[in-house]
């Protein structure tokens, strides 16, 4: 079975920067593709960035040259650079692997910015 789990996640400050880590255990890591999604208290969960088996990159408008995803196959992991933080930015952070109808996803990892 596949198994994702986030880090990287904490409290920083606007403006302020956090690279957050999803490692996936299980076969077939390289053939997936990847996500970062997030939510807020009382928001949909939403798309941030993706990034196919084949390295294409996809971002929200809300991130769009703030946010960097890319994938490392050999060590089944994929991240996401997040700088110029701001407030707005903040909620769980959860990775999912694009298998199946819904994916794989993580337990989550919360960031918060705030002054």
């Known amino acids: 079975q596949v198994q994702l789990v986030e880090s990287g996640g904490g409290l920083v400050q606007p403006g302020g920067s956090l690279r957050l880590s999803c490692a996936a255990s299980g076969s077939g890591f390289s053939f997936y593709g990847m996500g970062w999604f997030r939510q807020a208290p009382g928001k949909q969960r939403e798309l941030v960035a993706g990034i196919t088996s084949g390295g294409i990159r996809n971002y929200a408008d809300s991130v769009k040259g703030r946010f960097t995803i890319s994938r490392d196959n050999a060590k089944k992991t994929v991240y996401l650079e997040m700088n110029s933080l701001k407030p707005e930015d903040s909620a769980v952070y959860y990775c999912?692997?694009?298998?199946?109808?819904?994916?794989?996803w993580g337990p989550g990892t919360q960031v918060i910015v705030s002054s």
């Open positions: 999912n692997l694009a298998r199946g109808p819904v994916g794989y």
